[in-house]
């Protein structure tokens, strides 16, 4: 079992940056695909970043292409989202997902999730 833990969320103007961590405990993440998903308010869960096990590719949803990076550190057994230019559509709360089971980086199905991290960006 893989518990996945993200922090680094909070409030930050328009034009901001943040960074949130996803520390994986209980199993090694060295062979998982991992995702961070947002839900804003009103609004269904969406895939936004995803990075595949070699950590050679990743995949953006269009409205975050060019501002966040996904990245991973297996060594600390954590994956990262780089969030730069932040706005108000942003906000949200973010999970983070481990271990692609089937579909596509950003639709699929993944078998671990976190709790989640709220990011409030004001205009």
């Known amino acids: 079992q893989v518990q996945l833990v993200e922090s680094g969320g909070g409030s930050v103007q328009a034009g901001g940056s943040l960074r949130l961590s996803c520390a994986a405990s209980?199993?090694?993440?060295?062979?998982?695909?991992m995702a961070w998903f947002r839900q804003g308010p009103g609004k269904g869960r969406e895939g936004i970043a995803a990075?595949?096990?070699?950590?050679?590719?990743?995949t953006y949803d269009d409205s975050v292409k060019g501002r966040f990076v996904i990245s991973r550190d297996d060594a600390k057994n954590t994956v990262y989202l780089q969030m730069n230019s932040l706005k108000p559509e942003d906000t949200g709360m973010y999970y983070c997902?481990?271990?692609?089971?089937?579909?596509?980086?950003?639709?699929?199905?993944?078998?671990?999730w976190g709790q989640g991290t709220q990011v409030t960006v004001s205009s």
């Open positions: 990075i595949d096990a070699s950590g050679r590719s990743t």
């Open positions: 209980g199993y090694t993440i060295f062979f998982m695909n």
């Open positions: 997902a481990a271990s692609r089971v089937g579909g596509n980086p950003l639709d699929g199905q993944y078998r671990y």
